[in-house]
């Protein structure tokens, strides 16, 4: 498959535009600019890698969005009147997802309370004045979103 995707893009073919070819297509540009690039198996690897992480950052993403609906049956009805007022019985598409406000904001709140990365971690290039502390170079710094997300003074 990706031999053939790499065959396709190189005859000018138009792309799929999907994850694949961006990614042989960044590889091909990259191997013809500095004559190093990813192998046939590095490049599955990286498609693997995408696979994998999404498929399980989107499973709890749902999990907990459910919940969550369990625990606040008020919002559950709401997105569900919603879901029925915009979309009735046909099928969901790009239009009609993008009206749906209200699981929108219940979206976003999920992945406020429980996000993917629950920690940052940083280092300090240059001494930099912070409010009152001062942080020389090359400190480790750690941004705990998952606290900072649920403390209700911030």
């Known amino acids: 498959m990706i031999k053939r995707r790499e065959k ?16 042989v297509e960044s590889n091909i540009r990259e191997m013809e600019a500095k004559n190093m690039g990813m192998s046939i198996e ?16 989107t499973s709890v993403l749902l999990v907990w969005t459910m ?5 606040y049956p008020d919002w559950q009805s709401k997105a569900r009147e919603e879901v029925l007022h915009v979309l009735g019985d046909s099928k969901p598409d790009a239009d009609g997802l993008n009206r749906l406000k209200v699981l929108t904001m219940i979206l976003y709140e999920v992945l406020r309370l429980y996000p993917p990365v629950i920690e940052l971690g940083r280092s300090v290039p ?3 004045k912070l409010g009152n502390l001062l942080l020389p170079a090359g400190t480790d710094v750690s941004v705990p979103i998952l606290q900072i997300h649920h403390d209700k003074d911030l």
């Open 126 to 128: 240059k001494e930099i």
């Open 67 to 71: 919940v969550l609906l369990a625990r």
């Open 8 to 23: 396709a893009i190189k005859a000018g073919e138009e792309s799929n535009e999907d994850l694949l070819d961006i990614l």
């Open 42 to 57: 590095d490049v599955i690897e990286e498609c693997k890698l995408f696979y994998f992480a999404d498929q399980k950052t």
